[in-house]
Every structure is written in structure tokens, then in C-alpha cells.
């Protein structure tokens, strides 16, 4: 039983499908360098804050810390969505097919998860104190 027509792999839909999620991973990583550059300045915001109101911020570090980690993951995923655009091409230029998840969608996205759940307990910690 089929579900209908069988897509070749030299179909043009195919490449630009692949175009498209490699440009997609681009934004993505840089999306993350801008947000960690954001998260890094915050902890300075913070300072300048507290100093306006009188207190003494104790430690700006971990904001630096959670804004280089995001900016490095963001510069990993830009390089590897670079050799990930590069083995697909490839793969269908032999005829190869495409199936099985991808490992660097699901690090990503744990990753992701993991820091900003750590970056929002951090953020609640710094304002409730």
C-alpha cells in the first residue's frame, strides 16, 4: 500500500528541502550568538541596576558564563549544520537515502533546554535576592 507518488532523490524539491534546513540551522546558531552576547551584557545591566538603587551586585560572572556557552554552542551549530548541509548533499548525489534522526537536532535541543532552564533558576535566583 502505497501513500503515494515516490520522490526521487534527484528531484529539485529535495535539494531546496535540504537548502532550507541548512539555512534554518544558520539562523538558529546565530540566533543563539546573539542571545548568548544578550545574556553575557545582562549581568553589566544588572550592576548598573543595583548601583542605581543603592545595592551591590555580589557576582555578575555567571551571566558571562551562561552568554559564552550559548554563544558557543551557537558557533558549533553553525559548523556543524555546515558539514551536516555538506554530507547531505552528498548522500543524495549518490542516491543514498536520507532516513534516521539526527543527532545534532536532539543535542541541540537538550542543550537548549538545559541551559535556558538554567539561565531562568539563575534569573529568578538574582531577583529574588
Known amino acids: 500500500m ?3 507518488p515516490k520522490i526521487s532523490e ?3 524539491r529535495v535539494y531546496l528541502a ?5 539555512l534554518s540551522w544558520i539562523r538558529t546558531g546565530l ?12 549581568g ?4 548598573e541596576l543595583s548601583a542605581g538603587a543603592g545595592r551591590q551586585v555580589s557576582s555578575i560572572g555567571a551571566s558571562a558564563t551562561f552568554g559564552t556557552v550559548l554563544g558557543i554552542v551557537g558557533v558549533f551549530l553553525t559548523v556543524a549544520a555546515v558539514f551536516r548541509y555538506v554530507r547531505l548533499l552528498r548522500k543524495l548525489d549518490r542516491g543514498e537515502e536520507l532516513r534516521g534522526p539526527s543527532w545534532l537536532a536532539v543535542a541541540i535541543g537538550v542543550t537548549l533546554a538545559v541551559t535556558g532552564a538554567a539561565v531562568v533558576i539563575w534569573v529568578f535566583m538574582v531577583s529574588s535576592s
Open 2 to 4: 502505497e501513500s503515494g
Open 10 to 12: 534527484r528531484d529539485p
Open 18 to 22: 535540504v537548502e532550507r534546513t541548512y
Open 31 to 42: 540566533s543563539l550568538m546573539g542571545f548568548g552576547f544578550v545574556v553575557a551584557r545582562f
Open 44 to 47: 553589566l545591566f544588572l550592576r
